[in-house]
């Protein structure tokens, strides 16, 4: 019996789910702990109830809503452009030597620049407009999505390629029907490191920004809450950012390798 | 005769020197060969082969298709690698053969080409497999589907780089029985290399031995021994005493 039990005790703590809601709960449990113990301003630490609260009462508003699609809306935007800019340029890459050399060398100079440093020239070039966010997440993305599409491509079987030569396909051809399925796997990876640096140069970019026109985007909304000493504004806020990284690391992008890469046996 | 080689000569450049990999090859292959390429390791006949489907180039000579140089990768010649990985893992089975097919003749139909391809799938006994994705077979049914791919595009010659290399032996007889059976039903040509010698006899009605440093043609054999084929069989013995002491 006491043998049953503890594998069933086992079995449970392996549940990987399991285990993040039992660690979630007690941090809660930990955060309400001291929340009344009042060491603190609720002004710091607010209690969770008032969290929640705040979170339900801006999403019935409207408000927090709006400012999630704005911010999605312009991420999805870059991420779009950005990846159309990353297969190009690694396909220039591949069909020519000097068009590799100008890729490597745009990327070595612009790959280790953080979007946000771009942010001052860019409110000068593009002006304080939805443009300019676009612009910076257009930058996070394409570096090292191009690069680890470049490197996909170069890591290719040798004989996809001549499999493609053989059945006659024109270089546009083995690029579309061979290249970009085959390196995949690579560009999944450039994609989930391109997203991580997106998002964080969008909520920077969003918080010195401010609102241009109506809405500002999440990392506005937090920091207007911060002018209001609305500290559970702030941390709803902040609950949302982590909800949508997490949906998308974790729903969006795994389902998609399980969609392809893993359905068809292929990995780096 | 479907295939001239005339003084072919291809040599290698390494960081310092240039190495001669095949010198003065000459030979024909008449259509509805099975030619079989034997030689040691290293002697280039796989180099060979990759020049008659012009992977690769070569420093002088010419290779002539129908009395036609060959310059380019066609459909007419289609090769058959060694590698399990030959085929495209994000298709499934019947797709990796349709799509040749359907990316030469835009104008049919993907029905049209998946029922050619079900043809040839079963042409290769993998009746029921056309929905399985390629890691989800063995090797020896990979290799079916690579063949069965080429033949579906309907080429001239086959050209076949040690394609059962990596089977065991018993995987192995299986499709050899397989191949000859295929090559005896179409007017295919066959351009087979091994460096096995028993594989080569079992197959083959031409048997080219090679010579190596450089890969040179030291004898074509006749392999007139009837079918079917077996190592106990009169004859056998000599053709293998034959290329063996070639070797």
Redesign the interface.
């Known amino acids: 019996m006491i043998m049953i039990a503890k594998d069933k005790f086992n079995k449970l703590f392996i549940n990987k789910i399991f285990i993040r809601i039992f660690w979630m709960a007690i941090f809660m449990l930990i955060w309400e702990m001291i929340y009344l113990s009042h060491s603190f301003s609720p002004l710091i630490l607010p209690s969770l109830g008032t969290i929640l609260k705040s979170m339900y009462s801006n999403l019935l508003s409207g408000e927090l809503i709006k400012e999630t699609l704005y911010s999605l809306n312009l991420i999805f935007k870059g991420l779009g452009i950005g990846i159309i800019i990353s297969i190009t340029l690694a396909s220039l890459s591949f069909v020519s030597k000097l068009f590799e050399g100008l890729v490597e060398t745009l990327t070595a100079i612009a790959h280790p620049l953080p979007g946000i440093a771009l942010l001052p020239l860019i409110i000068l070039w593009l002006g304080a407009t939805p443009h300019a966010i676009v612009f910076i997440i257009i930058h996070s993305v394409v570096w090292p999505l191009a690069l680890n599409t470049y490197s996909g491509f170069k890591s290719i079987?040798k004989?996809?390629r001549?499999?493609g030569?053989?059945?006659?396909?024109s270089i546009l051809?083995i690029i579309y029907?061979?290249l970009i399925?085959?390196s995949?796997p690579y560009f999944l990876t450039g994609l989930k490191i391109g997203w991580a640096r997106a998002w964080r140069a969008l909520i920077s970019a969003e918080m010195i920004f401010g609102a241009t026109g109506e809405n500002g985007g999440l990392g506005w909304f937090i920091f207007k809450r911060r002018v209001f000493m609305d500290t559970p504004g702030i941390f709803a806020g902040l609950i949302v950012i982590v909800l949508i990284g997490i949906l998308v690391e974790n729903l969006v992008i795994v389902n998609l390798e399980k969609l392809?890469i893993r359905?068809?046996?292929?990995s780096i | 005769m479907i295939l001239e080689m005339k003084n072919l000569t291809k040599s290698f450049k390494g960081s310092n020197s240039k190495s001669l990999v095949l010198e003065h090859i000459n030979f024909n292959v008449n259509r509805r060969d099975f030619l079989c390429v034997v030689g040691p390791s290293g002697c280039g006949k796989s180099t060979l082969l990759k020049l008659i489907?012009c992977?690769d180039k070569f420093d002088s000579g010419s290779i002539l298709l129908n009395n036609k140089v060959v310059t380019?990768?066609?459909?007419n010649?289609?090769?058959v690698?060694q590698?399990f990985?030959?085929l495209?893992?994000?298709k499934t089975i019947v797709e990796n053969i349709a799509?040749?097919i359907r990316?030469?003749n835009i104008s049919m139909s993907k029905k049209e080409s998946y029922e050619i391809a079900k043809k040839y799938i079963s042409m290769v006994n993998l009746n029921n497999y056309e929905n399985y994705?390629?890691?989800?077979l063995s090797g020896g049914m990979k290799q079916r589907v690579a063949i069965a791919r080429a033949l579906a595009?309907n080429p001239q010659i086959l050209l076949m780089d040690e394609p059962f290399g990596s089977l065991d032996a018993q995987t192995r007889t299986t499709l050899q029985e397989m191949l000859i059976e295929i090559w005896e039903q179409t007017n295919i040509t066959i351009i087979f290399v091994t460096h096995d010698i028993h594989e080569a006899i079992l197959l083959s009605n031409k048997i080219l031995v090679m010579d190596k440093n450089p890969g040179r043609v030291k004898k074509i054999i006749q392999n007139m021994l009837p079918r079917p084929r077996n190592p106990m069989q009169p004859g056998f013995s000599d053709i293998y005493y034959e290329v063996y002491n070639l070797l």
């Open positions: 079987p004989v996809y001549q499999i030569e053989n059945y006659e396909l051809q029907h061979i399925p085959a995949l392809t359905k068809w046996g292929m | 489907a992977f380019a990768p066609q459909l010649r289609i090769m690698f590698e990985d030959q495209f893992p994000w799509f040749p990316v030469n994705y390629p890691h989800e595009i």
